[in-house]
């Protein structure tokens, strides 16, 4: 039988035990500072498992060949990583260190034009387009990218070009912002006029009144574009880097194809040594005009030192054509722009980010793609950030390419197609992979935080 015990009457003090003012460490949370294949450099980045580590810094490091042991050294970074998750580590905070020449690959878009302006703030060219890998080393060695144009149909009610500021009522089921791109298609004239927008005004029904000024005008090339003997034609070669672009040695005249637009030209150089496919040429043309010209095809040219190069060619107007449209014809037509960037690794590994834009004052600006030190920086706000909901989409997967890099505001598309047919190869820039991984040379500078070498 189970006795209840009783309290007797009266008073009672009870003491509660007084809170631990220290406690011990956690012991599952370490930093780990070394060499990875990629990831934001001199910057601490959080990790808790090995999948978010090898998205962000990759897979192990090679170093060197050790000639002793007949195999190849990695660094000891990644495997201490992984050891540490295996035994039970929950955070990690990982900072990648190199030397200051480490670099990032480059890579051309294709059919992007990134346009240049004066000091007045006028577009006085283009230059083709380049994005950069997400950090710096020769881990994105062989990726590849790619774009495709996407576009959506407009109903254009009006369209004004008599005044500086091109002005337009368009009808779009979609919201309509500052910096969406359109293009109006003068099948008639056989050109086109790509305007960025600067305001967007709703109305009823799904309308809006949009103005902008600044625009471009492309008409494809004529035969009186092109001298006969090509006395006057200079064919430009753009690479990243280079403060001037690489002139192209013509070999023999051009010929020029009216009905497809479509220019070849014989130039000094070598099948290996020729532009790649996709990329875009300027063009220096008769009385100073300026074009360019997309390479579709590279062969032989039967000339000893000499390749063939030909693909459609198109010339800019500065000032558009002499007749200014006012009203809206039957043969006009009008679309938004926006476009696709591709990856890829070898023939697998694809990866996409959509609904890009070309001007920087869109949300989803293509230049606005973070580095793996922008989207890392501890100090970066995301309520200061234009391009939040962007960093958001390139972050969740991680995906492999930045902005351009070049600081520049406008992009057009010109020759840009629906699928990414062409990918593009890395843009060489010199240097060994150790070099341009910032590892050529190995000493405890790369560890030593420069504030506390004298210390």
């Known amino acids: 039988m189970t006795r209840l015990a009783r309290r007797l009457p009266g008073i009672r003090f009870e003491i509660k035990a007084p809170t631990l003012t220290e406690v011990l460490p956690r012991m599952d949370i370490a930093a780990f500072v070394g060499l990875t294949a990629s990831g934001p450099l001199h910057t601490p980045v959080a990790v808790e498992d090995t999948v978010t580590f090898e998205a962000i810094f990759g897979p192990d490091t090679p170093l060197a060949w050790d000639t002793v042991r007949g195999e190849m ?3 000891y970074l990644a495997p201490a990583v992984r050891a540490f998750f295996d035994n039970g580590g929950r955070r990690a905070w990982i900072v990648r260190v190199a030397a200051p020449t480490a670099i990032a690959n480059r890579f051309a878009v294709p059919g992007l034009l990134q346009a240049d302006f004066d000091l007045n703030g006028q577009m006085a060219g283009f230059q083709p387009a380049f994005a950069t890998a997400r950090s710096a080393g020769s881990w994105s060695d062989s990726f590849q990218v790619s774009a495709n144009l996407l576009s959506q149909r407009l109903k254009l009610e009006s369209l004004n070009l008599a005044d ?4 337009a009522e368009v009808s779009f089921p979609q919201p309509l912002a500052a910096g969406d791109l359109f293009r109006f298609n003068f099948n008639k004239e056989n050109a086109s006029l790509m305007l960025s927008l600067d305001s967007v005004k709703p109305l009823a029904d799904k309308r809006s009144r949009v103005s902008g000024n600044l625009r471009a005008w492309f008409v494809p090339l ?5 001298a006969p003997d090509g006395a006057e034609l200079k064919v430009f070669y753009f690479q990243p880097g280079q403060v001037e672009p690489q002139p192209l040695e013509l070999m023999a005249p051009p010929r020029f ?3 497809a637009a479509r220019l070849t030209l014989t130039v000094r150089g070598t099948l290996s040594t020729a532009p790649a496919l996709s990329t875009l040429l300027g063009l220096n043309l008769e009385a100073g005009g300026k074009g360019w010209l997309k390479v579709e095809a590279v062969r032989s040219a039967g000339i000893d030192g000499a390749v063939e190069i030909s693909g459609a060619a198109a010339r800019w107007l500065p000032d558009g054509p002499a007749q200014k449209v006012l009203t809206v014809p039957e043969n006009l037509s009008a679309e938004r722009l926006s476009f696709e960037l591709w990856t890829r690794q070898g023939e697998t590994g694809l990866s996409r980010l959509s609904d890009l834009t ?3 004052r869109h949300e989803r600006f293509w230049g606005g793609l973070p580095s793996d030190e922008q989207l890392y920086d501890p100090d970066n706000s995301t309520r200061s950030n234009p391009y939040n909901d962007l960093w958001l989409d390139a972050a969740n997967p991680r995906f492999n390419l930045a902005g351009s890099g ?3 505001t406008n992009f057009f598309p010109l020759f840009m197609e629906a699928l990414p ?35």
């Open 222 to 226: 004529t035969p009186k574009d092109v």
């Open 257 to 259: 194809e009216a009905a």
């Open 164 to 167: 500086s500021q091109v002005e």
């Open 73 to 75: 050294a990695y660094a």
């Open 421 to 455: 047919r062409y990918f593009n190869e890395r843009a060489p820039s010199g240097g060994t992979s150790l070099e341009r991984d910032g590892l050529a040379e190995f000493s405890s500078a790369l560890f030593l935080d420069p504030d506390l070498a004298e210390v």
């Open 358 to 360: 070309f001007d920087a």
């Open 406 to 408: 070049s600081g520049g």
